[in-house]
């Protein structure tokens, strides 16, 4: 048999300003400005990626804007290091564009109800939530050409910190000065926004005691992370048929810094948000308090590493894996192999005790609907 | 040595390895899909594709679902596996040409799920709108045959309707099996699918008899029936919501083979785009559909949208006067060499991982024989040519 040729390099840039570094008054510039240099009108990389029909993605963490860039084809794509310092400025009008598209995904991320339902667990589970990284109306209409032009001066030079794909020759960047979000503290609480409409949104967040690495993510999956094959699906899909959409995920970030949480949520009809509340808490449990099977453990083992290791087969697949080891961050691949060690020693997370969980529902349930009952 | 390609008993496998990737990726493709459902089972194609995922063979509960689309013309079922797995994971999919028991609540659930998918795919306009235009820029050709079936549609498929479609189309000789990963092994692999595909009995072949018996009676009835019912198939009419209105579409219909030419026409730099860009409006989105002559030959229409809410009218006509120096300007050797370029890149990106390799491997227009055609009516020959249309109060229109 032949094989199959490996094809394709990347790149990432990563600019060592996110929307954490924002100005108070100027939310959403470090957003506005990775637009404009992803603008092929703007002289800097967009051109360039537009020019080569490259691949490219574009994603925003509290402290660094990241680009990346993937060809098919023999180019050089260490050309685009430099590209950014050639961007040049926008102009007034050109500004006015870059507010308006921002403004209108600003718009439909706020008007995504999942989206929603994310922000709002987030929200009580942390305490206040960030500023939006999109920035606002107000907080975009502060932002002039000057601050976009102070921006590309102050990160684009030697501060950009640029990752090749393994197999590059280049030299890779000397590992450090990645900065991390501070830790937030767990508040937790209960909160309710009524919306109207035929579906409500209910989600429910555990902290937990800092777990052995894969065991928060086992127990995710072993929960049903897409609602599907793990137990979420046993209880509010097929004992009970109620749910429409369901899901477990982490809530904290994987650098493992501040409070983790194994979140639930689902969509149900009004009538039976009350009931899939608790059916979701007695589902958690049933995990965090074991034991689960082996064999059980170890099926929800190897759908998780082989979603983890498809990721790493994506095309910026290689270069994010490179990324993450030289930012100190866990690689997937490892993260894998620990997944694998936890289905054999059996370690899962566990309820972080003296901490309240987080609850929340979204949508055409009365304001008081999360007063009482028990919850979590 | 090229390729691993093998007929396992009709059924066309091919493998390819992948040393560098962290998984496997498998596709099945069967060449049947919405056109082959009988007008009197419109929606049995797409449950049967919902019920063979949902009531097929069990696969290891360690293996990630199995996912399903159904087009008009063929069906196309995938999954992805650690590299220790890829023998279970070519059985999980070669067991899905074949047919199970299937309890009755497992059929109402996929019936709803289906049911959702439709109403979701009828609030996009997009695909909404291009199996729309699509047909009756070529009717005759199921090209809207994945918006045939309606709830009521839906609601009258019987187990035994989805069985017959199963029975019928799901087999070795229509379809095809790729996987690419690394480190595989071709005997344990071909083995495993070899075991897990039905084979084509001669018991099976009674039962095709009597389905082919079934098109000819729902042939001759539609023969009954106005020539205007090629795009409603069944009686019911394709409904557009008032919503859509002030959207302009553009069609053009040609074979299915993607050329540089039709991506230097309608592709993101496009000149088509491009024309109506100057006019102060992107594309709202583009999309192909297939389908397929009495004769068997694969046709495709490509559709670009735009919402150019009260600007509709000026902008069609722009679209329409500017037809032949965008199309002209889209054989440009510059504009050639440009989608040439992106082509290329697009190509590989879609091939880059496992699953993509997989699916590449099959190809958009598989060289096997298509599953048993329709009895054959009569239908225009294919014209090759650009159309615009706009919706006007619910209604279609082609823009003149």
């Known amino acids: 048999m032949s094989a199959a040729p490996d094809t394709g390099r990347a790149v990432i840039v990563d600019l060592p300003h996110g929307p954490a570094d924002d100005p108070q008054d100027r939310a959403g510039l470090a957003a506005l400005a990775a637009r404009h240099l992803m603008d092929p009108r703007a002289g800097g990389p967009g051109t360039l990626a537009r020019a080569r029909v490259w691949h490219t993605r574009h994603q925003l963490a509290p402290h660094c804007s990241s680009f990346a860039f993937w060809s098919g084809l023999d180019d050089d794509l260490a050309e685009v290091g430099t590209a950014f310092a050639l961007a040049v400025p926008p102009g007034a009008d050109r500004l006015r564009e870059l507010v308006a598209a921002q403004l209108r995904l600003a718009t439909a991320y706020r008007d995504d109800p999942y989206t929603r339902l994310l922000d709002l667990l987030e929200a009580t589970a942390t305490g206040a939530p960030d500023r939006p990284a999109l920035g606002t109306e107000q907080s975009l209409a502060a932002i002039g050409p000057q601050d976009v032009r102070a921006y590309l001066a102050a990160n684009c030079g030697d501060r950009a910190v640029t990752h090749r794909s393994a197999g590059d020759d280049a030299p890779a960047p000397a590992p450090g000065a990645v900065r991390q979000p501070r830790p937030r503290h767990w508040r937790g609480g209960r909160r309710t926004v009524p919306l109207p409409g035929a579906v409500v949104r209910v989600a429910l967040a555990l902290p937990v005691d800092p777990p052995a690495p894969g065991a928060l993510e086992l127990a995710v999956e072993l929960l049903g992370s897409h609602g599907l094959g793990g137990r979420l699906a046993r209880a509010l899909r097929g004992e009970r048929p109620l749910a429409y959409g369901l899901g477990a995920f982490r809530l904290g970030g994987p650098d493992g810094r501040g409070t983790a949480a194994l979140a639930v949520q689902a969509q149900v009809a009004p009538d039976h948000a009350r009931e899939a509340l608790h059916l979701l808490r007695e589902t958690v449990h049933s995990v965090l308090s074991g034991p689960v099977p082996e064999a059980e453990r170890r099926d929800a083992s190897a759908r998780l590493r082989t979603a983890l290791l498809s990721q790493v087969d994506q095309p910026f697949g290689a270069v994010d894996e490179r990324r993450r080891r030289l930012r100190g961050e866990p690689e997937l691949t490892a993260l894998a192999a620990a997944v694998g060690e936890r289905a054999l020693d059996g370690l899962l997370p566990s309820v972080a005790p003296g901490l309240t969980p987080a609850t929340v529902a979204l949508g055409a349930v009365p304001e008081d609907f999360l007063e009482s009952g028990t919850w979590a | ?400």
């Open chain 2, 1 to 400: 040595m090229g390729m691993t390609s093998v007929d396992l008993g009709g059924l066309r496998v091919r493998l390819l390895e992948r040393p560098g990737a962290r998984t496997t990726g498998a596709v099945l493709l069967v060449r049947a899909g919405s056109a082959d459902d009988r007008p009197a089972a419109l929606g049995a194609a797409h449950l049967a594709e919902h019920l063979r995922i949902a009531a097929g063979p069990p696969g290891p509960a360690s293996m990630p679902p199995v996912r399903g689309v159904t087009d008009n013309t063929t069906t196309r079922f995938s999954a992805v596996s650690l590299p220790e797995d890829a023998p279970a994971l070519a059985a999980r999919l070669a067991g899905l040409l074949g047919t199970s028991d299937l309890a009755d609540t497992v059929f109402e659930a996929e019936r709803q799920a289906v049911l959702v998918e439709h109403r979701q795919a009828a609030a996009n306009p997009l695909l909404a709108l291009g199996p729309a235009v699509a047909d009756a820029a070529l009717p005759g050709h199921g090209l809207a045959a994945t918006r045939w079936a309606d709830a009521d549609a839906l609601a009258r498929l019987t187990p035994a309707d989805t069985a017959a479609f199963t029975d019928r189309h799901y087999r070795r000789a229509v379809a095809g099996l790729a996987l690419t990963g690394p480190s595989l092994d071709p005997d344990r692999i071909l083995a495993a699918i070899d075991a897990a595909a039905r084979p084509s009995p001669p018991a099976a072949q009674g039962a095709y008899e009597a389905y082919a018996e079934s098109d000819a009676a729902d042939a001759a009835d539609a023969a009954d029936g106005p020539s205007e019912d090629r795009g409603r198939r069944g009686g019911h009419p394709l409904a557009l919501s008032p919503e859509l209105d002030g959207l302009v579409l553009l069609s053009l219909t040609c074979d299915p083979a993607a050329t540089d030419h039709l991506t230097a026409l309608l592709g993101p730099e496009g000149t088509a785009q491009a024309a109506a860009l100057r006019h102060g409006h992107p594309v709202l989105g583009r999309t192909s559909l297939t389908g397929r002559s009495p004769s068997g030959r694969a046709v495709a229409v490509h559709v670009l949208c735009w919402r150019a809410g009260a600007d509709a009218d000026r902008l069609a006509d722009s679209l329409a006067a500017g037809a032949p120096a965008y199309r002209a300007a889209a054989t440009a050797p510059e504009a050639l060499a440009r989608a040439s370029l992106r082509r290329r890149q697009e190509d590989a990106h879609a091939a880059r991982t496992p699953l993509g390799a997989a699916a590449a491997l099959l190809g958009e227009a598989p060289d096997g024989p298509a599953s048993p055609a329709p009895p054959v009516r009569q239908a225009p020959p294919v014209p090759e040519g650009l159309a615009l249309w706009r919706v006007d109060r619910g209604v279609l229109r082609r823009h003149v």
